[in-house]
Structures are given as structure tokens and as C-alpha cells.
Nanobody, 119 residues
């Protein structure tokens, strides 16, 4: 069994910063991609940032230059540093990862962490 646990969400004023953490645990053979998604009320879930096993990153246009995704492969952990936060960044942020166990390849989601940016 594999699980992702997110932490680091909270309430912050516009212009502030937060750092999200997502740790993978369980019967992990290897982790391929790790990513952050978000879902605001009444909207579809959208990709925020992705990082492959080599650390190459991609970002949504709306967060490029403000957010940074990074991985610590030794700790099976991915981070999302969010700077210059805007009220429109308010959402539940979800961690997602493609993980190989000894038997199969699975896509795993975390439970989500709330980020609220006040104006």
C-alpha cells in the first residue's frame, strides 16, 4: 500500500508565501513523476506543477515565476514553494505521483491541503 500525505497549507495574506510538502510512503520501488494540482470551489482540478524523476519541472502559466516545485528523491518527498501568492491561488492543493511497486505502476493522490489567500 502506498500513500501520499500533504502538509503546509494555511491562511496567508496576498503577497505572502507558503511551502507545501508531500511525502510518499509504503511499498515503493520507484517514483516516476510527482506533481501538484489544485481545485478551487466550483472549478475543475488543474495542474499546477510537475517534476519528473530527473527533476525537470513544468508549470501552469498562472504560477510560472512564482511557484517552484522540487523533489528530494532520498526522502520520497516533493515540495511546492509558493511566493507572491494571490487570492486566485486559493484552492485545495493535491499531491499526485506515479509510483512503481514490486507488482505494478499506480497513480496515487493525497488527501489535499487547503490554501487560502486573503486580499
Amino acid at each position: 500500500q502506498v500513500q501520499l500525505v500533504e502538509s503546509g497549507g494555511g491562511l496567508v495574506q496576498a503577497g505572502g508565501s507558503l511551502r507545501l510538502t508531500c511525502a510518499a510512503s509504503g511499498s515503493i520501488f520507484s517514483i516516476h513523476f510527482m506533481a501538484w494540482y489544485r481545485q478551487a470551489p466550483g472549478k475543475q482540478r488543474e495542474m499546477v506543477a510537475t517534476a519528473d524523476s530527473g527533476g525537470s519541472a513544468n508549470y501552469a502559466v498562472s504560477v510560472k515565476g512564482r511557484f517552484t516545485i522540487s523533489r528530494d528523491n532520498a526522502k520520497n518527498t516533493v515540495y511546492l514553494q509558493m511566493n507572491s501568492l494571490k487570492p486566485e491561488d486559493t484552492a485545495v492543493y493535491y499531491c499526485n505521483a506515479g509510483i512503481s511497486t514490486s507488482k505494478t505502476l499506480i497513480a496515487v493522490w493525497g488527501q489535499g491541503t487547503q490554501v487560502t489567500v486573503s486580499s
